[in-house]
């Protein structure tokens, strides 16, 4: 069952824009992380924001976390076309111990 | 240079006919895991395992067989009583089984014709 849902599932903009992405789950969180993936690649590990944090930065990403609405935002501030990938949270229902993916956002910056 | 290959990068097999996936990580990583991503939604989880000759069903395990013979190796075979078998299939481990950062490989697609 999805934990995760990523929204909006597409999204595009302009380079120099800022993007941002939602998530929201339905259990308890020990952390939250987000992942980026290429088209066609593996997933390369962006931040992780535990359950005890509001907002973490990490260069231009800003990640926040609201655990009273189960919900997250990753924000990329600047945007440049190698941006353009899929972006996925992840999160573990309490007490597993194993991460549960959503369906992630396609993001698309055009030059 | 440290990290997770998977081989092929591609493959393609026949209905009926058992295949495996080669998953190699030189992280010193205690924790492997199998995905499978399907079009269009996330990553699903088929087999996991925390250490050398355990591992655990996931939540797809259903046609699908793993080993841990050693700890930088967790083959994955897809065998043909997996219903849908074409898909990519992304391998990753972690320094232990915990719900930290996980390392991915760069996935295997199989296709079965």
């Known amino acids: 069952s999805q934990q995760g849902e990523e929204d909006p599932q597409a999204l595009s903009i302009q380079e120099g824009e800022n993007a941002t992405m939602n998530c929201s789950y339905k259990t308890s969180i020990n952390n939250l992380q987000w992942y980026r993936q290429n088209s066609g690649r593996g997933l390369v590990h962006l931040i992780l924001?535990?359950?005890?944090?509001r907002e973490k930065h990490s260069g231009r990403l800003r990640v926040t976390l609201d655990t009273s609405k189960k919900s997250s935002s990753l924000l990329i501030t600047a945007s440049r076309a190698a941006d353009t990938a899929s972006y996925f949270c992840a999160t573990n229902p309490g007490g597993y111990n194993k991460l549960i993916f959503g369906a992630g956002t396609r993001l698309a910056v055009h030059p | 240079d440290g990290g997770i290959t998977q081989s092929p990068k591609y493959l393609f097999r026949k209905e009926g006919q058992n295949v495996t996936l080669s998953c190699e990580q030189n992280l010193n990583h205690d924790a492997m895991y199998w995905y499978r991503q399907d079009p269009g939604q996330g990553l699903r989880l088929i087999y996991y395992?925390?250490?050398?000759?355990?591992?655990q069903k996931g939540d797809i395990a259903e046609g699908y067989s793993v080993s841990r013979e050693k700890k930088e190796s967790f083959p994955l075979t897809v065998t043909s009583a997996q219903k849908n078998p074409t898909a990519f299939y992304l391998c990753?481990?972690?320094?232990?089984?915990?719900?930290?950062?996980?390392?991915f490989g760069p996935g295997t697609r199989l296709t079965v014709t």
């Open positions: 395992s925390q250490i050398v000759n355990d591992f």
């Open positions: 990753a481990s972690s320094p232990r089984l915990s719900t930290d950062e996980q390392y």
């Open positions: 924001i535990r359950s005890n944090e």
